[in-house]
């Protein structure tokens, strides 16, 4: 007897393309038995997470056994102090790819869907056909969101709009007064969810803060996350700062306990930690800094990022990367975002980007 899954799939589902995360270190050392590695591709913070964390947490193992807050009753608290905004705006993921999905399933479906941007962060046209919802790709201008063209794609099919600032994997961004005029135009019955990732990283004066538009734009959503400047990737932790009545559908189908016992402890410490967050920001700016210095050294083109990342046009991947894996070096090919000539590099120590500098020279066969 044999049955055809593929036929019996969700509508949308067969269509979709499962996400290729960055080489895990243990893979390339089992593959290639290499024992010193840098791993620049995932845009992790390469300082780790705060301290207090590593010292905190392990005195939580006792409670595992328990089910975690799944109000987060705690953490709302105190990131509503941080952010300045009320706890019912605030819901909580297992990551922000976890909010992410939760307001995909609140308002996409066959006749609502989203319009993204080209080069933008796969996870949005991940969310929308994985519902069955219709997905409007917009193409980039300088490999940036052309917010023009975004609301002029807007159509009757059309309930949300993805904004990712600064992007991944391109690090372009937008202005106070460019999101300002587009949410001026854009109709209220549209979502406008701004991704915030990379936020802490930006320090750009005309970079504009979404917390503070909330109160203006109803329907703008905003998403952050501990996973970059906080170091905690591993764990999973994000949110999402919306209308309490947006908030309040994410909460209906929502997984009662999507948000481990670890990630809303460790959330909580991490909030506490300015001189990590500065200390990583910092790290961040003069990382960026050497990186792209060193591109225009061997006559590289980049695009101009603000986030912990550099995106690099080498010209044949494939080679290039799989070169770079060879001297322990794991960097991010970009293919599906249809960018087939650039890597990503993620910033990482001064010591780790010294090491990829010396390892892209020596592959390209450019002096540095
Ligand atoms: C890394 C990243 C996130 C964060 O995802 P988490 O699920 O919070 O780890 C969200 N959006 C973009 C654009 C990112 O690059």
């Known amino acids: 007897m044999s049955c055809d899954f593929l036929a019996l799939a969700s509508r949308g589902i067969n269509e979709l393309q499962p996400y290729v995360p960055g080489k895990p270190i243990d893979e390339l050392s089992r593959e290639l038995g290499l024992t010193d590695i840098v791993k620049l591709a995932s845009n992790e913070n390469p300082l780790g997470p705060p301290s207090a964390v590593m010292q905190e947490l392990p005195s939580l193992f006792g409670e595992l056994a328990r089910y975690p807050d799944g109000s987060a009753w705690r953490l709302k608290q105190k990131l509503a102090g941080h952010l300045g905004v009320s706890t019912d705006m605030l819901t909580i993921g297992n990551g922000s790819n976890d909010v992410l999905e939760l307001l995909a399933r609140v308002f996409l479906n066959r006749d609502n869907g989203s319009v993204v941007s080209q080069h933008s962060f796969v996870v949005y046209p991940l969310v929308t056909q994985a519902l069955g919802a219709p997905l409007t790709v917009v193409p980039a201008s300088h490999f940036g969101q052309d917010l023009n063209a975004t609301l002029a794609a807007i159509s009757a099919t059309t309930r949300m709009v993805f904004i990712a600032n600064p992007n991944n994997p391109t690090g372009t961004w937008i202005t106070q007064s460019e999101l300002t005029g587009f ?28 917390m503070t538009l909330i109160g203006s734009y109803p329907n703008l959503v905003v998403t952050r996350t501990f996973s970059k400047a906080y170091g905690l990737a591993g764990l999973r932790l994000g949110y999402a700062v919306s209308h309490p009545e947006i908030a309040d559908l994410m909460n209906r189908v929502r997984q009662p306990f999507n948000v481990n016992l670890m990630a809303l402890a460790a959330g909580e410490l991490a909030l506490d930690c300015e001189s990590h967050l500065t200390e990583s920001i910092e790290l961040n700016r003069a990382g960026l800094d050497f990186l792209r210095m060193s591109c225009e050294a061997m006559d590289l083109s980049y695009i101009p990022s603000v986030g912990n990342f550099l995106t690099i046009e080498v010209g044949e991947v494939t080679r290039h990367y799989d070169a770079l894996l060879r001297a322990g070096v794991i960097v991010r090919p970009i293919g599906v975002y249809e960018l087939p000539r650039h890597i990503r590099v993620t910033v990482g120590t001064a010591a780790e980007n010294e090491r990829f500098v010396e390892a892209l020279g020596k592959v390209l066969g450019r002096s540095v």
């Open 183 to 210: 949410l001026d135009r854009v109709p209220e019955d549209i979502l406008v969810v701004l991704d915030e990732a990379y936020f802490e990283y930006v320090q750009e004066p005309s970079y504009p803060d979404g």
